[in-house]
C-alpha cells in the first residue's frame, strides 16, 4: 500500500478543524470511515459485508466531537472498548499505520439530531467491546456505537447480519475460528449493522478522503 500523508491539524474559530492538504474542514457530529485492510478482522469483516459494486471498502466507523476548541474521537474498538481520543493523536496513529480515512457527514436536514446522538454516545463511553456482536445492552462494537447513538433520529438501520464469505458460500473461516474461540453461537440472520452498509445511508454524504 502506497503510503497516505495526514495533514496537520490546525484549529479555526469559526469554521473547525482543517486538515491541511486534504482541504477538509471537519466539523462536530462528522463521521470517519476506515478502508478495509486484506487480513485479521479487517478482511474478515469486508469479506462478508462488502457491496459487490463497490470499489472501496470500510472496516471501521467512528465520530467527531468538539468540545470548545478541542476535537475528539468517539469509537468502540477491540482492546480499548467504547472510549473518547484526543482527534490529533488518532490521527497521528492512523498515519503511521498508513490507514485511509473517509470523512462523511450528516445532511443539512439531520443536524439537530446531533446534540442528542453525541450525549447518547458519551453514555456508552466505557463499555467493553462486543466480540459476539450479537445484540447486547451492556458491549458495543464500533458500527453498533454509532448506530445506537443515532438511533433517535434513524440515520442508519440495522439489516441481518452475515458471515458467509459469497466466493465460497459457506461461513468465513476467519469468522468460524472466531466463534469456535469464544464458544459462541455465530449470529447469522439476526440485526445488526457494519460500516459497509452505514456509508450507504441516505442520510449522509462524503466531504472527503484524508491521503
Same mark, same amino acid.
Given at each position: 500500500?502506497?503510503?497516505?500523508i495526514f495533514g496537520i491539524i490546525t484549529t479555526t474559530l469559526l469554521y473547525g478543524c482543517t486538515i491541511?492538504?486534504?482541504?477538509?474542514?471537519?466539523?462536530?457530529?462528522? @463521521?470517519?470511515?476506515?478502508?478495509?485492510?486484506?487480513?485479521?478482522?479487517?478482511?474478515?469483516?469486508? #469479506?462478508?459485508?462488502?457491496?459487490?459494486?463497490?470499489?472501496?471498502?470500510? !472496516? $471501521?466507523?467512528?465520530? *467527531?466531537?468538539?468540545?470548545?476548541?478541542?476535537? @475528539?474521537?468517539? =469509537?468502540? &474498538? &477491540?482492546?480499548?472498548?467504547? /472510549?473518547? =481520543?484526543?482527534?490529533?493523536?488518532?490521527?497521528? #496513529? $492512523?498515519?503511521?499505520?498508513? #490507514? *485511509?480515512?473517509?470523512?462523511?457527514?450528516?445532511?443539512?436536514?439531520?443536524? +439537530?439530531?446531533?446534540? !442528542?446522538? *453525541?450525549?447518547?454516545?458519551?453514555?456508552?463511553?466505557?463499555? +467493553? %467491546?462486543?466480540?459476539?456482536?450479537?445484540?447486547?445492552?451492556?458491549?458495543? %462494537?464500533?458500527?453498533? @456505537?454509532? =448506530?445506537?447513538?443515532?438511533?433517535?433520529?434513524?440515520?442508519? !438501520?440495522?439489516? +441481518?447480519?452475515?458471515?458467509?464469505? +459469497?466466493?465460497?458460500?459457506? &461461513?468465513?473461516?476467519?469468522?468460524?475460528? /472466531? %466463534?469456535?474461540?469464544?464458544?459462541?453461537?455465530?449470529?447469522?440472520?439476526?440485526?445488526?449493522?457494519?460500516?459497509?452498509?452505514?456509508?450507504?445511508?441516505?442520510?449522509?454524504?462524503?466531504?472527503? &478522503?484524508?491521503?
Open positions: 500500500m502506497k503510503k497516505r491541511n492538504q486534504s482541504n477538509i474542514r471537519i466539523k462536530n457530529g462528522d @463521521f470517519i470511515f476506515i478502508e478495509a485492510e486484506t487480513k485479521k478482522l479487517s478482511g474478515a469483516i469486508s #469479506r462478508v459485508t462488502k457491496d459487490e459494486k463497490s470499489i472501496i471498502s470500510f !472496516d $471501521h466507523i467512528a465520530m *467527531i466531537e468538539t468540545d470548545g476548541k478541542n476535537y @475528539f474521537v468517539l =469509537e468502540a &474498538t &477491540t482492546g480499548k472498548g467504547s /472510549h473518547r =481520543e484526543n482527534l490529533k493523536t488518532y490521527l497521528k #496513529r $492512523h498515519k503511521k499505520e498508513n #490507514r *485511509i480515512l473517509h470523512i462523511y457527514r450528516l445532511k443539512k436536514e439531520y443536524l +439537530p439530531c446531533l446534540d !442528542d446522538a *453525541i450525549s447518547t454516545a458519551k453514555t456508552m463511553l466505557g463499555k +467493553p %467491546y462486543n466480540y459476539t456482536y450479537a445484540p447486547n445492552e451492556n458491549e458495543y %462494537y464500533c458500527s453498533d @456505537f454509532i =448506530e445506537r447513538a443515532f438511533r433517535n433520529c434513524s440515520i442508519f !438501520d440495522l439489516q +441481518p447480519m452475515t458471515f458467509t464469505n +459469497p466466493e465460497t458460500g459457506k &461461513t468465513d473461516a476467519y469468522w468460524l475460528q /472466531h %466463534y469456535q474461540q469464544l464458544n459462541a453461537k455465530i449470529p447469522e440472520g439476526e440485526l445488526g449493522c457494519n460500516p459497509n452498509g452505514m456509508s450507504k445511508s441516505d442520510k449522509i454524504y462524503k466531504i472527503g &478522503t484524508l491521503k
